[in-house]
């Protein structure tokens, strides 16, 4: 929600002017959005479909995108001009957008390597799914951070958001799905799941299953000595999909750094504490691999402390 307090103040200042209806008038709501973005939620349904009144008020708050009239949410102008602003914004986005490669990399969420990448280790990220308008930022904020961190942005890091997702399993992330991310229980064809380059080494299919292709990642991660970084959100509970690709993991045999907290809403300063353990360990010559939880919320006094090690914990 935005910040209804300012735009009501505004409000009752044009109504002393004694016009009628203020949020259906257009020079008075562009001058409201170029000063706080959010007030496009309280715009007439004809200004919230106005690409010139969109465009100013994503511009000021990227997550006003949401309030924008649907086919808004799909142009592909406007949307660019909302993730500038605040990558995150790209969950409001309609149709394709939100697994297009050019807005993904404006919003800081894809996950090629850059020329930061210096480092021979891979990790692989285990996160809800932030791309949908029901879902937090939570996720897609803690992705622009690590690319922000001076020692995570040296990772190559497969982000699974920033793909899109086919699957064996209609329902994606039925526990009891036979398919296990592996060539011999996937349901799809094994042409679609791996691919051989020139080389004769096998590659990702681009048409792969989520469960093979997030497995296949993880075993990329074992053979370069890498890791993954799960992140449980403040509900303290993971995704149905974080589950499974926990089990993977332990049947993979890869280091997890499992993040847990009690923020609802992303900090840009914790970055630094999961940063500091993945640092921790290489130093430590990688001896530890053992599920590693890192607490990175608002200070160290949380009232469910998890020991430092081990999935068994209240």
Known sequence: MGNTQGCADGCFAFLQGKKKDPWADKDYVLGR??????????????????????????????????????????????????????????????????????????????????????????????????????STTYASDFVQALKRDPFLRQFEMHNPNARCKKSCDPDYTTPEHPCKGTLKTCQLAESKLVKKDTAGNKKLGEDACWRFAFRFRQEECLETNGFMLQVEEETGVLGPGQKLEAVWAKEVGIKVFRTYTDEISWNWNRIEKISQKVQEWYESGCANMDLENVYIGEDDSHSKPRPPYGEDYA
């Open 33 to 134: 959005v170029q000063g706080n973005g959010s007030c496009l939620e309280d715009a007439s349904d004809i200004l919230k479909a106005d690409k010139e009144v969109v465009l100013a008020a994503v511009k000021n708050f990227g997550l006003a995108l949401e309030f924008a009239a649907e086919d808004l949410k799909a142009d592909t102008e406007v949307v660019l001009a909302a993730i500038k602003q605040n990558g995150s914004a790209l969950k409001f986005a309609k149709g394709d957008l939100t697994q297009d490669p050019a807005l993904l990399k404006a919003a800081g969420l894809w996950d090629a390597p850059d020329d930061n990448v210096v480092r021979s280790e891979k990790g692989i990220l285990s996160l809800k799914f932030s791309l949908s308008q029901e």
